[in-house]
């Protein structure tokens, strides 16, 4: 399932992680990736659910300083519930985080969240594809799918992304 012809973006500032959590329910869920990929209401249909997600997950916490990681872990697995994925997230290692478990759980179709930062974390994006050293990641605020050295991630010097350093991964860590 290729959601890079998708072309969603997020409606504003501070939904990069609702879109995120939108977009991994269209990596596993079939039926929500049709939703989306319709050329009459696919779009509508993405900017309203950023909100009820926005809602959903920031309860507490207050919207306009975006997605906690526990918020995007509930997010995710709600979003994964109808392919039995459960969701946790960690922190970044740096040089010495070997990716194995973000790359092993892309390579099964399980994507993976990434929350960047420069200094304050700041923005999400989706891992989406694994191919040799390469990840793919969806970037929400220009809708592209965008390759990423798995080099620069662990040395924190990403571009195409918006901010340059790993902060925090939400990967799946069972099945339910």
Same mark, same amino acid.
């Given at each position: ?119 304050? #974390? ?41 901010? #340059?350093? #790993? ?10």
């Amino acid at each position: 399932m290729k959601i890079a012809g998708l072309r969603l973006r997020q409606r504003d500032g501070v939904t990069c992680g609702p879109s995120v959590a939108l977009m991994a329910g269209a990596v596993l869920d079939p039926a929500r990736y049709a939703a989306l990929a319709d050329p009459d209401s696919g779009a509508a249909l993405f900017a309203a659910e950023q909100l009820r997600v926005h809602a959903d997950v920031n309860r507490v916490w207050p919207r306009r300083l975006g997605t906690t990681p526990w918020g995007m872990a509930r997010a995710l697995t709600a979003m994964g519930a109808t392919a039995g994925v459960c969701y946790r997230w960690r922190l970044f290692r740096g040089r010495r985080d070997s990716l194995a478990d973000v790359v092993a759980a892309v390579r099964r179709g399980r994507p993976v969240a990434m929350l960047l930062r420069q200094v304050v #974390p700041r923005h999400w994006v989706l891992i989406v594809d694994a191919a040799d050293d390469t990840l793919s990641c969806y970037e929400p605020s220009s809708g592209e799918v965008r390759p990423v050295d798995i080099a620069a991630i662990r040395e924190s010097r990403l571009a195409g992304l918006g901010f #340059p350093r #790993p902060f925090v991964f939400v990967l799946p860590h069972s099945n339910v």
